[in-house]
């Protein structure tokens, strides 16, 4: 008789651990798979020189903006570089999301991003600390997570100087980026808030949308330097204050006043319009 008791009191035990595990861990998204980006934000392939709007821009800034030439990237030290962490979720290239699982508590403690031309960007989940402010800094950088709900928060740190737009807008090596990463279904938001205290005046938020695709495959990406452009050695180019004459040719054609594209911040918020000139008629 006893053991008919302990027999009815143990199969409703284990169907409720049956049941537990089948449910999956509080807010342990999997953001794992291949992912292609949708495009369908502002020009983030080869946007013209001068281009600034919505970007909070320091006069910092500004200044480097103004000494940009694109013929930089044809330099031996440049060609082979990979994007950065702060620029490369806007790029065009396709992403893949892998992850890393604890054998024995099978949470995910690590998360791994990658596209066609960047480094192994690591999120670690693990609850370990940032490294100290004289680390080595990375193209990557040094990243965690941490679990709002259902979303994933990572903050980034560590990263090299590099550029958030390619015509020439910089950001420091004291940069901080505040990623959220939310999923609905088939479709991924990437939405990065970066602090720049040398670069930016406030912060700038940006977003990527991103879809599930099941049959992609990201190929290798091999790169050999070539002497692309005959120059002599150690030139660098580059334009000096006041002789950029690229830098307003964004302006002429969408018809914006230079004042408005050089407004830094105010270019982030809907008052800006009330700058803009009125159309001829």
Same mark, same amino acid.
């Given at each position: 008789?006893?053991?008919?008791?302990?027999?009815?009191?143990?199969?409703?035990?284990?169907?409720?651990?049956?049941?537990?595990?089948?449910?999956?861990?509080?807010? !342990?998204?999997?953001?794992?798979?291949?992912?292609?980006?949708?495009?369908?934000?502002?020009?983030?392939?080869?946007? +013209?020189?001068?281009?600034?709007?919505?970007?909070?821009?320091?006069?910092?800034?500004?200044?480097?903006?103004?000494? *940009?030439?694109?013929?930089?990237?044809?330099?031996?030290?440049?060609?082979?570089? %990979?994007?950065?962490?702060?620029?490369?979720?806007?790029?065009?290239?396709?992403?893949?999301?892998?992850?890393?699982?604890?054998?024995?508590?099978?949470?995910? @403690?690590?998360?791994?991003?990658?596209?066609? #031309?960047?480094?192994?960007?690591?999120?670690?989940?693990?609850?370990?600390?940032? %490294?100290?402010? +004289?680390?080595?800094?990375? *193209?990557?950088?040094?990243? @965690?997570?941490?679990?709002?709900?259902?979303?994933?928060?990572?903050?980034? @740190?560590?990263?090299?100087?590099?550029?958030? #737009?390619?015509?020439?807008?910089?950001?420091?090596?004291?940069?901080?980026?505040?990623?959220? *990463?939310?999923?609905?279904?088939?479709?991924?938001? *990437?939405?990065?808030?970066?602090?720049?205290?040398? +670069?930016?005046?406030?912060?700038?938020?940006?977003?990527?949308? +991103?879809?599930?695709?099941?049959? !992609? !495959?990201?190929?290798?990406?091999?790169?050999?330097?070539?002497?692309?452009?005959?120059?002599?050695?150690?030139?660098?180019?580059?334009?000096?204050?006041? @002789?950029?004459?690229?830098?307003?040719?964004?302006?002429?054609?969408?018809?914006?006043?230079?004042?408005?594209? #050089?407004?830094?911040?105010?270019?982030?918020?809907?008052?800006?319009?009330?700058?803009? #000139?009125?159309?001829?008629?």
């Amino acid at each position: 008789m006893g053991n008919l008791k302990t027999v009815k009191t143990a199969v409703p035990l284990f169907l409720l651990v049956i049941m537990l595990a089948a449910v999956p861990a509080f807010a !342990q998204i999997d953001f794992s798979g291949e992912w292609a980006p949708n495009g369908n934000e502002d020009s983030i392939g080869n946007p +013209y020189v001068g281009d600034w709007l919505g970007i909070p821009m320091s006069d910092a800034s500004r200044a480097r903006g103004e000494a *940009w030439a694109a013929s930089v990237q044809t330099l031996p030290e440049w060609q082979c570089r %990979p994007h950065g962490f702060a620029y490369i979720n806007r790029g065009p290239s396709q992403l893949r999301i892998s992850k890393e699982v604890d054998p024995v508590t099978r949470q995910i @403690t690590a998360f791994h991003a990658e596209w066609l #031309r960047s480094v192994d960007n690591a999120i670690y989940l693990d609850g370990r600390p940032h %490294p100290p402010e +004289y680390a080595a800094h990375t *193209w990557g950088g040094f990243s @965690t997570g941490e679990w709002e709900g259902d979303t994933l928060k990572i903050t980034t @740190t560590h990263l090299k100087e590099e550029y958030l #737009r390619r015509n020439g807008v910089q950001h420091s090596d004291l940069i901080t980026i505040t990623t959220y *990463w939310i999923r609905r279904g088939d479709i991924l938001t *990437w939405l990065n808030i970066v602090y720049d205290p040398v +670069y930016l005046t406030e912060p700038l938020v940006r977003s990527q949308e +991103y879809r599930l695709i099941l049959n !992609q !495959q990201i190929p290798p990406y091999p790169c050999n330097v070539v002497e692309e452009v005959d120059r002599p050695k150690g030139v660098v180019p580059h334009e000096l204050p006041g @002789t950029n004459t690229f830098i307003t040719e964004f302006a002429n054609k969408v018809g914006v006043p230079e004042d408005v594209v #050089r407004a830094g911040a105010a270019t982030m918020y809907p008052e800006i319009r009330s700058k803009l #000139r009125k159309p001829s008629k």
